[in-house]
């Protein structure tokens, strides 16, 4: 999760060994990301997304790319 001097939210992958950047996901609408976690399979993110002030689950496929609400 990074938040920058703009407020912009990104969640961010980084190499565990290198710390260089992977992926920054996509965040049009900038919402908060929050706990993500990694799902068993090593390609899934899941995740909190506090939206107009709602909470949802987002689950985030990393190759292909893909961003999914998966319920309210």
Do not use: F
Not at 4 to 18: E, T, W
Not at 55 to 70: E, F
């Amino acid at each position: 999760m990074r938040s920058d001097s703009a407020y912009q939210n990104r969640l961010v992958v980084l190499d565990a060994r290198s710390g260089q950047e992977q992926r920054v996901l996509p965040n049009p609408t900038n919402d908060l990301y929050i706990q993500p976690r990694w799902l068993p399979d090593h390609r899934t993110v899941a995740a909190v997304l506090l939206k107009s002030g709602a909470k949802h689950w987002l689950l985030s496929t990393l190759k292909p790319a893909r961003l999914a609400n998966c319920c309210p």
